[in-house]
C-alpha cells in the first residue's frame, strides 16, 4: 500500500489555520485519496496556538499525524516553528513565510492561500483540484486575490525557495 | 448535502446530516465544544433546531417531543449532561414513542473543557443504550441506528462521542432520507410517563427488561467489526482509539465495539478466546475493561499514565510494549487571551486593581486568570460563580468578604446563574455580595451563539428578549445597575467599590457587544429591522 501522506498546519487563532487545512483536505478529496483531516478548536479562536492535521493516500486510519512523521508542516507565523517542529519526520520540509518577500502579498489574509501554493508543489494533488477546493472554501468576491496568493507561493517554490530555506537544510 | 454520494465531513456535521435523513423534527441543546456545530448544520441544511437556555431544559423539551411521536436529537459537551442528568436518569424509564437521542460530546485531554470526565459512566448509571463512532461515516450511520434502536425498544439512546472524532473530517457515504417517519400525535399513557413511586416501579423492571433485549440485539447483530489477525495479540476498542489501535498494530486481531452498552459479552469471550494477549485500549476512565474483568474476561488494560489526556498512534504503541517510560513533553504553544478591544479587559483590570476575590464562570471571561490580569479566584462550572461567591462571604473575615466578587457571562447567566440569584437574594451575607454579568450580548466562547438575553434565536432571527435588571429588581435585588463601558463618564472601578461598600445584595451588568460578535450582531439587528418594515431580506452575513 502506498504511504499515507502527513501534513501538519500550524498557527495563530486568526491565522485560517483551519481554513487552508479544509482546503487542502478538500483537494486531496477531489484528487479521489482517502482523507482524514483533525483540528482542535474552541479556545483556541483567542490568539492562541492553533494547529490541524491532514492526512491522504489509499487508506487513512487515525486522523492525528503522529510526532515526528509530517511530511510537510506549514507555519503561519514564525514564532510557531520552534513548537511544531517535532511534528516534521527527518527529510520532511518545512514552509514558512519566509518563503515570500516581504511585502509580495496584496491581502496579508491570504497567507495561508499564497502557503498552500508553496505545498502544492510537493504533493502530488493535480492543480485543478487546488483551485477547485480554494475557491469552495472562499466567498466569490475573494477568489481572484487568493488566486494570485497561490500563484505567488507556487511560484516561490518552483523557484527553489523551498530548497534554499535555512531550517529545510539539515 | 443531501445528496447520497460521498463527502468530506466533520463528524458533527454527519450526525446534523443523519439528523437530516433521520426525520428528526427539533433538535436542542446548549452550546458547548465540541457538539455545538451539530445544531448549526442541522439548521443550515434545513432542519428545525433551537438552542435551550440549558442541557436539562433541551432534554425535558426533546422528551416532550419524543411523547408526541416525533424524534429528536439532543446536543451537549460532557458536562453539559452532568446538567441534563436529573430527566436523564427518569427519561429511561419512561417509554419514548419518537425516536429521542441524546449526544454527548466527550473532551479527552480537554481541548477546551474544565475537566475529562468519562460520559460513559452515565450509560450505565442512568441504564442508556451507548453508540460509539469511530469516524463521521460511523457518526452519520450510528445517528440513524441510535433513531432505530431507540423507536424499537421505546428508550433514549446516548451517542457518544469525543473531540477528535467531532472535529474530524473523513469521508461520508449517505443514505437516502428515511421516507416513512411517523407523524407526531398525542396518545395518553400515564403508566409509562408518569414516573409516580407505583408506575416506576414496574417501569424499572421494563427498562432492564429491554436491556437485556438489546444486549441479545447487540450480540446477535450489533455494530461490530472483527478483523481477524495475528492470534497472538487482541486488540478490543471503541471510538476514535479503534483507528490508532489499527493503525500501531495492523497485524494484531482486532475487535472494535459500536455499541458500548449493554456490551455483547459473549462475542467478546469468543474473541479472548481466539487470542494469546487481550488488550483493551479505550480513552479515559478503564470503564471497557473493568467491565470484561468482572465478566470473568482476563483483559489487560492501559496502564494508569494513559488515562490522562487523549490516545494517539505513538501513545496506543507505547501501551502495546508495556511502554511506562515518562512520555515526551511537547513544546508549549502560545495560550489564548482575551481579544484586543474585549470589554472583559477593563472589567478584570479594575477587579484586580480594587484587590478583589473573583468568584468565576464558564466562558471568554474565564480568560481573565491568565496574565496580565491574573484577576479569578475560582472557576468550577456553569453558573458555580455565585453559590462559590456566597460561600465565600459567609464565612471569610469581613475585611475579605467586603472583597469577594461573582462573575458571569450573560449566556452563562441564562444557563445556571438564575438559581444563584435566589440564593443570593432569600440567603444575603452578612455584607452583602456583588454578583456581576459580563454581558457581551453573545454566547462567545464557543462561537458567537444566541440565547434567551440577545432576543434571536438559532438562525439569529428576532424572538423575545429576557432583561437581566427587570429579573435581578423581580427577585429582590437591592440594587442593579448596567454600566456601558464606551461610556468614559462613567469610572467603572468607582462603581464597584461603592457596591462593594454597601451590606446588600446587587447586580452590576457591564454591558458592550463581544468585539467577534459586533459586526454581525448589527446585520442582523439591520436585517430584523428591514423585515419590520416589509422588506425581505436574502444576503448572507460578511465573514
Same mark, same amino acid.
Given at each position: 500500500?502506498?504511504?499515507?501522506?502527513?501534513?501538519?498546519?500550524?498557527?495563530?487563532?486568526?491565522?485560517?489555520?483551519?481554513?487552508?487545512?479544509?482546503?487542502?483536505?478538500?483537494?486531496?478529496?477531489?484528487?479521489?485519496?482517502?482523507?482524514?483531516?483533525?483540528?482542535?478548536?474552541?479556545m483556541?479562536?483567542r490568539?492562541g496556538?492553533?494547529?490541524?492535521?491532514?492526512?491522504?493516500?489509499?487508506?487513512?486510519?487515525?486522523?492525528?499525524?503522529?510526532?515526528?512523521?509530517?511530511?510537510?508542516?506549514?507555519?503561519? &507565523?514564525?514564532?510557531?516553528?520552534?513548537?511544531?517542529?517535532?511534528?516534521?519526520?527527518?527529510?520532511?520540509?518545512?514552509?514558512?513565510?519566509?518563503?515570500?518577500? &516581504?511585502?509580495?502579498?496584496?491581502?496579508?489574509?491570504?497567507?495561508?492561500?499564497?502557503?498552500?501554493?508553496?505545498?502544492?508543489?510537493?504533493?502530488?494533488?493535480?492543480?485543478?483540484?487546488?483551485?477547485?477546493?480554494?475557491?469552495?472554501?472562499?466567498?466569490?468576491?475573494?477568489?481572484?486575490?487568493?488566486?494570485?496568493?497561490?500563484?505567488?507561493?507556487?511560484?516561490?517554490?518552483?523557484?527553489?525557495?523551498?530548497?534554499?530555506?535555512?531550517?529545510?537544510?539539515? | 448535502?443531501?445528496?447520497?454520494?460521498?463527502?468530506?465531513?466533520?463528524?458533527?456535521?454527519?450526525?446534523?446530516?443523519?439528523?437530516?435523513?433521520? $426525520?428528526?423534527?427539533?433538535?436542542?441543546?446548549?452550546?458547548?465544544?465540541?457538539?455545538?456545530?451539530?445544531?448549526?448544520?442541522?439548521?443550515?441544511?434545513?432542519?428545525?433546531?433551537?438552542?435551550?437556555?440549558?442541557?436539562?431544559?433541551?432534554?425535558?423539551?426533546?422528551? *416532550?417531543?419524543?411523547?408526541?411521536?416525533?424524534?429528536?436529537?439532543?446536543?451537549?459537551?460532557?458536562v453539559?449532561?452532568?446538567?441534563?442528568?436529573?430527566?436523564?436518569?427518569?427519561?429511561?424509564?419512561?417509554?419514548?414513542?419518537? *425516536?429521542?437521542?441524546?449526544?454527548? /460530546?466527550?473532551?479527552?485531554?480537554m481541548?477546551s473543557s474544565q475537566n475529562?470526565?468519562?460520559?460513559?459512566?452515565?450509560?450505565?448509571?442512568?441504564?442508556?443504550?451507548?453508540?460509539?463512532?469511530?469516524?463521521?461515516?460511523?457518526?452519520?450511520?450510528?445517528?440513524?441506528?441510535?433513531?432505530?434502536?431507540?423507536?424499537?425498544?421505546?428508550?433514549?439512546?446516548?451517542?457518544?462521542?469525543?473531540?477528535?472524532?467531532?472535529?474530524?473530517?473523513?469521508?461520508?457515504?449517505?443514505?437516502?432520507?428515511?421516507?416513512?417517519?411517523?407523524?407526531?400525535?398525542?396518545?395518553?399513557?400515564?403508566?409509562?410517563?408518569?414516573?409516580?413511586?407505583?408506575?416506576?416501579?414496574?417501569?424499572?423492571?421494563?427498562?432492564? /427488561?429491554?436491556?437485556?433485549?438489546?444486549?441479545?440485539?447487540?450480540?446477535?447483530?450489533?455494530?461490530?467489526?472483527?478483523?481477524?489477525?495475528?492470534?497472538?495479540?487482541?486488540?478490543?476498542?471503541? $471510538?476514535? !482509539?479503534?483507528?490508532?489501535?489499527?493503525?500501531?498494530?495492523?497485524?494484531?486481531?482486532?475487535?472494535?465495539?459500536?455499541?458500548?452498552?449493554?456490551?455483547?459479552?459473549?462475542?467478546?469471550?469468543?474473541?479472548?478466546? $481466539?487470542?494469546?494477549?487481550?488488550?483493551?485500549?479505550?480513552?479515559?476512565?478503564?470503564?471497557?475493561?473493568?467491565?470484561?474483568?468482572?465478566?470473568?474476561?482476563?483483559?489487560?488494560?492501559?496502564?494508569?499514565?494513559?488515562?490522562?489526556?487523549?490516545?494517539?498512534?505513538?501513545?496506543?504503541?507505547?501501551?502495546?510494549? $508495556?511502554?511506562?517510560?515518562?512520555?515526551?513533553?511537547?513544546?508549549?504553544?502560545?495560550p489564548p487571551e482575551l !481579544?484586543?478591544?474585549c470589554a472583559h479587559r477593563e472589567v478584570f483590570q479594575a477587579l484586580g486593581e480594587l484587590g478583589c476575590i473573583v468568584s468565576g464562570d464558564i466562558g471568554c471571561y474565564t480568560l481573565g486568570v491568565l496574565p496580565p490580569f491574573s484577576a479569578m479566584d475560582t472557576c468550577v462550572c456553569m453558573g458555580a460563580s455565585i453559590g462559590v461567591g456566597l460561600g465565600l462571604r459567609h464565612v471569610l473575615p469581613e475585611e475579605q468578604a467586603r472583597r469577594v466578587v461573582s462573575v458571569i457571562g450573560d449566556s452563562t447567566f441564562?444557563h445556571s446563574g438564575?438559581t444563584g440569584i435566589?440564593e443570593m437574594?432569600?440567603n444575603p451575607p452578612a455584607t452583602g455580595h456583588l454578583v456581576m454579568i459580563l454581558d457581551n450580548?453573545?454566547?462567545a466562547m464557543?462561537?458567537?451563539?444566541?440565547?434567551?438575553?440577545?432576543?434571536?434565536?438559532?438562525?439569529?432571527?428576532?424572538?423575545?428578549?429576557?432583561?437581566?435588571?427587570?429579573?435581578?429588581?423581580?427577585?429582590?435585588?437591592?440594587?442593579?445597575?448596567?454600566v456601558?463601558t464606551?461610556?468614559?463618564?462613567?469610572?467603572l472601578k468607582d462603581v464597584i467599590a461603592e457596591l462593594l461598600a454597601k451590606p446588600e445584595t446587587s447586580l452590576l451588568i457591564t454591558?458592550?457587544?463581544?468585539?467577534?460578535?459586533?459586526?454581525?450582531?448589527?446585520?442582523?439587528?439591520?436585517?430584523?429591522?428591514?423585515? /419590520?418594515?416589509?422588506?425581505? !431580506?436574502?444576503?448572507?452575513?460578511?465573514?
Open positions: 500500500m502506498e504511504k499515507v501522506k502527513n501534513i501538519v498546519i500550524a498557527g495563530l487563532g486568526g491565522q485560517g489555520v483551519l481554513t487552508a487545512s479544509d482546503m487542502l483536505a478538500e483537494a486531496a478529496f477531489r484528487a479521489g485519496f482517502d482523507v482524514k483531516k483533525s483540528e482542535l478548536h474552541g483556541s479562536q490568539g496556538s492553533v494547529s490541524s492535521d491532514v492526512r491522504y493516500g489509499e487508506q487513512v486510519l487515525s486522523p492525528m499525524v503522529p510526532a515526528g512523521e509530517a511530511d510537510v508542516l506549514l507555519v503561519l &507565523e514564525a514564532t510557531q516553528i520552534e513548537i511544531n517542529r517535532p511534528m516534521l519526520r527527518a527529510g520532511g520540509v518545512l514552509i514558512d513565510p519566509s518563503l515570500l518577500s &516581504e511585502g509580495a502579498l496584496k491581502n496579508k489574509k491570504s497567507l495561508n492561500v499564497a502557503l498552500l501554493g508553496a505545498v502544492s508543489t510537493v504533493l502530488d494533488i493535480p492543480q485543478e483540484h487546488w483551485m477547485a477546493a480554494i475557491y469552495a472554501n472562499l466567498a466569490e468576491k475573494l477568489h481572484k486575490v487568493n488566486d494570485q496568493a497561490f500563484a505567488l507561493g507556487r511560484e516561490a517554490a518552483l523557484k527553489g525557495a523551498i530548497a534554499k530555506h535555512p531550517l529545510n537544510r539539515v | 448535502m443531501t445528496t447520497p454520494e460521498r463527502q468530506l465531513l466533520s463528524g458533527d456535521d454527519a450526525v446534523a446530516l443523519a439528523a437530516l435523513h433521520a $426525520g428528526v423534527r427539533l433538535g436542542t441543546g446548549y452550546p458547548g465544544t465540541p457538539s455545538t456545530e451539530i445544531l448549526e448544520t442541522f439548521d443550515r441544511l434545513g432542519g428545525r433546531a433551537q438552542w435551550s437556555p440549558n442541557e436539562k431544559v433541551a432534554l425535558e423539551v426533546a422528551l *416532550g417531543v419524543a411523547f408526541a411521536g416525533a424524534r429528536t436529537l439532543v446536543t451537549m459537551k460532557h453539559g449532561l452532568n446538567v441534563a442528568a436529573d430527566p436523564l436518569f427518569t427519561a429511561t424509564y419512561t417509554d419514548v414513542e419518537g *425516536g429521542l437521542v441524546i449526544v454527548s /460530546a466527550d473532551d479527552p485531554g481541548a475529562e470526565q468519562d460520559n460513559r459512566h452515565y450509560s450505565r448509571a442512568a441504564a442508556i443504550p451507548t453508540l460509539e463512532p469511530i469516524d463521521s461515516q460511523q457518526a452519520y450511520d450510528f445517528t440513524l441506528l441510535a433513531f432505530e434502536i431507540s423507536e424499537r425498544w421505546k428508550i433514549p439512546v446516548m451517542l457518544r462521542i469525543t473531540t477528535r472524532v467531532c472535529h474530524s473530517k473523513t469521508i461520508v457515504v449517505p443514505r437516502a432520507p428515511v421516507s416513512d417517519v411517523a407523524e407526531p400525535s398525542f396518545e395518553r399513557k400515564i403508566p409509562t410517563r408518569v414516573m409516580i413511586p407505583a408506575y416506576a416501579k414496574p417501569a424499572h423492571h421494563r427498562l432492564r /427488561a429491554k436491556l437485556a433485549e438489546i444486549a441479545a440485539w447487540n450480540e446477535a447483530e450489533g455494530p461490530i467489526r472483527l478483523d481477524v489477525g495475528d492470534s497472538k495479540l487482541g486488540v478490543i476498542s471503541t $471510538g476514535i !482509539c479503534a483507528v490508532h489501535a489499527r493503525e500501531a498494530a495492523p497485524e494484531a486481531s482486532h475487535l472494535t465495539l459500536g455499541m458500548t452498552y449493554p456490551l455483547p459479552l459473549e462475542r467478546i469471550r469468543a474473541f479472548a478466546a $481466539g487470542v494469546e494477549r487481550l488488550l483493551v485500549v479505550d480513552e479515559g476512565d478503564p470503564v471497557l475493561v473493568d467491565e470484561l474483568r468482572a465478566a470473568g474476561i482476563a483483559a489487560e488494560g492501559k496502564p494508569e499514565m494513559y488515562r490522562f489526556g487523549e490516545l494517539d498512534v505513538a501513545r496506543v504503541r507505547r501501551i502495546l510494549a $508495556g511502554d511506562t517510560s515518562p512520555e515526551p513533553v511537547p513544546p508549549k504553544g502560545k !481579544c484586543q478591544g441564562v438564575l435566589a437574594v432569600y450580548g453573545t454566547t464557543t462561537g458567537l451563539q444566541e440565547h434567551p438575553g440577545t432576543g434571536r434565536l438559532l438562525d439569529h432571527s428576532t424572538t423575545n428578549k429576557m432583561s437581566f435588571e427587570g429579573i435581578a429588581r423581580a427577585m429582590g435585588v437591592q440594587n442593579v445597575q448596567v456601558e464606551t461610556d468614559k463618564s462613567v469610572s454591558r458592550q457587544p463581544c468585539v467577534l460578535a459586533a459586526p454581525k450582531i448589527r446585520f442582523y439587528d439591520k436585517a430584523a429591522a428591514e423585515s /419590520a418594515r416589509g422588506h425581505t !431580506c436574502s444576503a448572507d452575513v460578511a465573514d
